[in-house]
């Protein structure tokens, strides 16, 4: 077998590998990616740039390493650097050269920019990935009941019939998973007031 021929059969194994993780923390990334963008087309375009950064740079992420956490920080410098890309004072700076104003003349544009500051969104994005590390250490029936009250926004009747159980039985897992996830956001030194219930 030639060298052509081994790469070739290695990196479609690697990306059958690559397709399998990306299947499993799809609904995680997606997630994200709304929270980030906040509009459902520019996730999705948010999630292609990420897959295909992380396909091209998959040789660097560390096996036993948590796959979801490398993929969520390509996707936050995906996302930073298309804001930084959008940012309108370049975009005033590009429309400025192509509107030639006579030799002398000063000519502006005023652009009021309300968007976060890239670094803002870093410390926010880094922040609810640390959160979402805390969730991930509770026990999956808490976490979920937590997952679909707090981001998926069901009511305790929806979660009752999500997870099978009573009403009284997701008040309860909610308020334990809850607490669980205090203890843990502690420990890891997040800010106790954000996660309060």
């Not at 390509?74 to 975009?91: C, E, G, H, S, V």
């Amino acid at each position: 077998m030639n060298t052509a021929t081994l790469e070739l059969n290695r990196s479609s194994v690697d990306y059958r590998r690559f397709e399998f993780m990306i299947g499993e923390h799809r609904r995680r990334a997606y997630r994200m990616a709304m929270q980030l963008t906040r509009n459902a087309a520019e996730a999705e375009d948010l999630m292609q740039d990420t897959f295909i950064k992380a396909w091209k740079g998959f040789d660097s992420y560390v096996p036993g390493r948590p796959f979801l956490n490398w993929l969520l920080r390509i996707m936050q410098r995906t996302y930073l650097d298309a804001k930084r890309r959008d940012n309108p004072i370049r975009r005033a700076d590009s429309i400025h050269s192509l509107v030639s104003p006579h030799e002398g003349d000063v000519q502006e544009l005023q652009v009021v920019d309300k968007s976060k500051t890239p670094d803002v969104e870093l410390i926010e994005n880094d922040f609810a990935m640390r959160v979402r590390q805390a969730l991930n250490e509770l026990p999956p029936v808490y976490r979920e009941a937590i997952e679909l009250c707090d981001l998926e926004g069901l009511n305790y009747s929806e979660i009752a019939d999500r997870q099978g159980t009573t009403i009284g039985t997701v008040r309860s897992r909610i308020h334990r998973g809850r607490k669980f996830l205090r203890e843990v956001a502690i420990r890891r030194g997040l800010d106790r007031q954000v996660l309060a219930s």
